[in-house]
T-cell receptor, first 115, second 114 residues
């Protein structure tokens, strides 16, 4: 069975600085999708970024980028120029490529941003 | 599009009562998930439907929990009888596979069983 592990329960960063959140996963599949979701205090789950495993290029969305290391089964999220609004829970998630594959989440990392 | 709509947003009920949570997925989506979120266990997948058919219900905690998807635009999660340990935030999410593999979430229902 696939698993997703986030080993950092909490992280903090100064405003305008850069922070990296870690995620590792375990799977026997070769083709799959990885995601980072943000959950602010409003509890709404918001998709931040997604990565297809067959793409070697790391995904980027504005200040958010990933470091996808397929062989190491690692999928970290880098937030550049951190803003106060980035403070939230961040969840890493995995989904296999088939329609019947479920979406599973890690335990989350709480990010604090200090002015 | 209005997004995934869940109702109610908050529910407080007494132990032993039946609770029904409702979800309307995004129009056109063919996959639907029910998740439970607690501080202790994080986001747990309870059940997953594809084209209205339950694909994986291995996360459903016990027989007190049941979920249905009678059509593509509506799903329910029922707990009967409810217990205090069922208190959590319950999320519904939908996606359109294979085009979009990410899931779009509703606002969640905060359930409190006293």
């Amino acid at each position: 069975a696939q698993t997703v592990t986030q080993s950092q329960p909490e992280m903090s960063v100064q405003e305008a600085e850069t922070v990296t959140l870690s995620c590792t996963y375990d799977t026997s599949e070769s083709d799959y999708y990885l995601f980072w979701y943000k959950q602010p205090p409003s509890r709404q789950m918001i998709l931040v970024i997604r990565q297809e495993a067959y793409k070697q290029q790391n995904a980027t969305e504005n200040r958010f980028s990933v470091n996808f290391q397929k062989a190491a089964k690692s999928f970290s999220l880098k937030i550049s120029d951190s803003q106060l609004g980035d403070a939230a829970m961040y969840f890493c998630a995995y989904r296999g490529r088939y329609n019947t594959d479920k979406l599973i989440f890690g335990t989350g990392t709480r990010l604090q941003v200090f002015p | 599009d209005a997004g995934v709509i869940q109702s109610p947003r908050h529910e407080v009920t007494e132990m032993g009562q039946e609770v029904t949570l409702r979800c309307k997925p995004i129009s056109g989506h063919n996959s639907l998930f029910w998740y439970r979120q607690t501080m202790m266990r994080g986001l747990e997948l309870l059940i997953y439907f594809n084209n209205n058919v339950p694909i994986d219900d291995s996360g459903m905690p016990e027989d007190r929990f049941s979920a249905k998807m009678p059509n593509a635009s509506f799903s329910t999660l029922k707990i009967q009888p409810s217990e205090p340990r069922d208190s959590a935030v319950y999320f519904c999410a939908s996606s359109l596979v294979p085009r979009n593999t990410e899931a779009f979430f509703g606002q969640g229902t905060r359930l409190t069983v006293v």
